[in-house]
């Protein structure tokens, strides 16, 4: 069980300065304060509109993630890095990576369970450890938060762009250049499954290199994000009139739909939530998308030197 405690600045409602604190959803506080987890002076506080003054102390525990029931994944899933408080795996394609109401199949939160790994409470019961996401058909690298402190440390990184990722993909079409893409992204008004560029929209900026080009035009390009939408590298793939191969939401109609998105989150960095190191971490690309690439691009001059570390980074 996690807690930590702290002195209130300044009078306000529970819910609210708790949101702060820890940097958290309102839903996320309401649910620790009727749960009996917070207390004020050393009394427990059930009620979420409670009113803290200056001066005040306060207390908070988060339970830890619950064993109980989980779906049979039956996948094996490579484990690139671990210590006591964090998890990196690479995340085969097709894998939904927590549960909600529309999903059936099991996920990655239930092998997370399955394989009994400490997992932190922070973002609750259905995304215990999940720190950030991967859509269903995305493979690559993902972060576990196995502590409420790492999630916490974390998700402060997620905030000030100190953890990230970049992606491999292969497009339909070569890009003209290098280019950055910096245009905002809300939901689609006219197909709520899809984004979209909407004026308005929360702001996002990508960046996009160029790797190697085939016979066919079709290129495999680095992307790196400066913000985290949903299926951003897509939508703004979709403003250069480019689309990921594989994509079944944003291809056109004409397009002939043979395999899954090969879009996959390559290399994954962070500082150590505990002792302050640099973390780099490279999720090895799975055999569909590893196969693609050699067959339609080795002989076309990639040489896979241009796919470690450094040259990746390099390019942006």
Request: charge should be positive.
């Given at each position: 069980m996690?807690?930590?405690?702290?002195?209130?600045?300044?009078?306000?409602?529970?819910?609210?300065?708790?949101?702060?604190?820890?940097?958290?959803?309102?839903?996320?506080?309401?649910?620790?304060?009727?749960e009996g987890l917070v207390e004020v002076d050393g009394k427990t506080v059930a009620k979420t509109s409670y009113r803290v003054q200056s001066g005040q102390e306060v207390k908070y525990r988060f339970l830890e993630a619950s064993k109980a029931e989980f779906k049979k994944?039956?996948?094996?899933?490579?484990r690139l890095y671990?210590?006591?408080?964090?998890?990196?795996?690479?995340?085969?394609?097709?894998?939904?990576?927590?549960?909600?109401?529309?999903?059936?199949?099991?996920?990655?939160?239930?092998?997370?369970?399955?394989?009994?790994?400490?997992?932190?409470t922070i973002s609750g019961e259905e995304r215990n450890g999940i720190v950030h996401r991967l859509d269903k058909d995305t493979s690559g690298a993902i972060l576990i938060a196995k502590s409420n402190f790492a999630h916490e440390n974390l998700s402060r990184q997620l905030q000030d762009r100190t953890m990230g990722r970049y992606y491999l993909a292969v497009i339909n079409m070569a890009l003209k250049g290098d280019t950055v893409v910096e245009?905002?992204?809300?939901?689609?008004?006219?197909?709520?499954l899809k984004m979209a560029i909407v004026e308005g929209g929360r702001e996002a900026k990508t960046a996009f290199a160029k790797i190697a080009q085939n016979a066919k035009k079709e290129e495999l390009i680095a992307a790196k994000l400066f913000s985290g939408r949903t299926h951003q590298i897509r939508v703004h793939l979709g403003a250069?009139?480019?689309y990921i191969l594989g994509d079944s939401l944003y291809a056109p109609r004409s397009a002939k739909i043979k395999h899954r998105i090969f879009l996959h989150a390559y290399l994954l960095y962070f500082v150590h939530p505990r002792s302050g190191q640099k973390v780099e971490v490279i999720a090895p690309l799975f055999e569909d998308m590893r196969k693609y690439i050699a067959e339609n691009f080795n002989s076309e001059g990639l040489e896979y030197e241009k796919l470690t570390k450094q040259s990746i980074k390099e390019r942006f």
């Open positions: 996690d807690s930590g405690k702290f002195i209130c600045k300044e009078e306000g409602r529970l819910d609210k300065v708790l949101s702060l604190k820890l940097k958290k959803s309102r839903n996320q506080v309401e649910k620790l304060i009727k994944v039956n996948l094996e899933i490579e671990e210590d006591d408080d964090i998890l990196v795996i690479n995340k085969p394609a097709n894998l939904v990576v927590h549960p909600a109401p529309s999903v059936k199949e099991p996920t990655l939160v239930d092998w997370l369970r399955e394989q009994n790994i400490r997992l932190s245009k905002p992204i809300a939901r689609n008004p006219k197909n709520r250069l009139n480019r």
